[in-house]
């Protein structure tokens, strides 16, 4: 039977995993990191934070330049990192380009009490697309509201909008403590997942629902958006599935070193460049996709070497 999770021993995480894997893992170099690229998944660094953020950023515009009425096209995003999105909004406006064919899809949202959090919400995702993104952009410019597809806790609607003939050029993400994209958690140690996690095929048949969260990703919220108040951040949300994951042409996903650290960055890294899947690490499951970028901000690689403070 596998070890127990460090974190919680009612869950699984990459603490259940083979000790000489994390060994390999904390071992890698910046320079080892860079060569994991291989046929289907490229590893790219950038000197700069603003390097970093402007090429997130252009991958909106390529994917929206690329929509046509008769054959539209979206990206699909992530709240963390934002610092992408006033930059999104900014090139429309001063390129003035027309981008009312194209569409978004939230990655994303909390759910309280069975119901996604309102607009309203301090820490809603819906919101802090449209203020930081949307609701910047010339309204002449800017795609209609049903070209905007946030996930609700009645998930219908949004699944369905992944059926509806329109192009996911790219689904972005970052990073979190737990190595998922999205809110694709590890599961729970219970039931017939209590001595194994999900199967890879198990794992990539999910499709967007609502997450119990794994108390890592409730506390790196709290720290990274609610200023470590644990209290503020919900055990719920709803996320959107690797089975439309799969349907997006590339999966780009950013580490600008804020989200998760330089263990996880490396960890996620290798099992996706040697194919070791292991839904524990819901991040690996990625090691299937045809086409995979990891995009590293140099200096937020930073070193897996014992350091007291």
């Not at 490229?42 to 991958?59: G, H, I, K, M, R």
């Not at 952009?137 to 209609?144: A, F, L, N, S, Y």
């Not at 958690?185 to 990539?204: I, L, V, Y």
Request: glycine share 8%; hydrophobic share 40%.
């Amino acid at each position: 039977m596998r070890k127990l999770s460090s974190i919680s021993p009612d869950w699984w995480d990459y603490t259940t995993l083979d000790s000489e894997l994390i060994r390999d893992a904390a071992a890698l170099t910046p320079e080892k990191l860079r060569r994991l690229s291989r046929p289907g998944f490229q590893v790219v660094f950038y000197d700069t934070l603003e390097d970093f953020y402007l090429a997130e950023a252009l991958e909106y515009i390529a994917a929206w330049k690329a929509s046509t009425a008769d054959n539209p096209v979206g990206i699909c995003g992530p709240i963390g990192p934002t610092e992408q999105l006033p930059l999104v909004a900014r090139i429309v406006n001063a390129l003035a380009l027309d981008i009312r064919s194209g569409h978004f899809w939230g990655m994303d949202e909390w759910v309280v009490d069975g119901r996604e959090v309102p607009v309203s919400h301090p820490l809603s995702f819906e919101k802090a697309d449209r203020d930081l993104c949307f609701s910047r952009i010339d309204r002449k410019r800017v795609m209609p509201d049903a070209h905007l597809h946030f996930p609700k806790a009645d998930t219908r609607g949004y699944r369905g909008s992944w059926e509806a003939g329109v192009r996911c050029a790219v689904m972005q993400g970052g990073q979190g403590d737990v190595k998922h994209w999205a809110f694709n958690d590890p599961f729970r140690r219970k039931g017939k997942h209590r001595n194994a996690p999900p199967s890879a095929a198990e794992f990539r048949a999910l499709s967007t629902r609502v997450v119990d969260l794994h108390p890592l990703t409730v506390a790196q919220n709290a720290r990274t958006s609610g200023g470590g108040n644990i209290s503020l951040v919900p055990t719920q949300a709803v996320s959107v599935g690797p089975l439309e994951t799969w349907k997006a042409d590339k999966v780009s996903i950013w580490h600008a070193g804020n989200h998760d650290n330089p263990f996880g960055q490396r960890l996620t890294s290798l099992m996706i460049a040697k194919r070791i899947v292991d839904t524990a690490v819901p991040m690996s499951v990625l090691a299937d996709h045809p086409n995979v970028q990891f995009n590293f901000y140099r200096q937020g690689i930073g070193s897996c070497q014992v350091e007291m403070h």
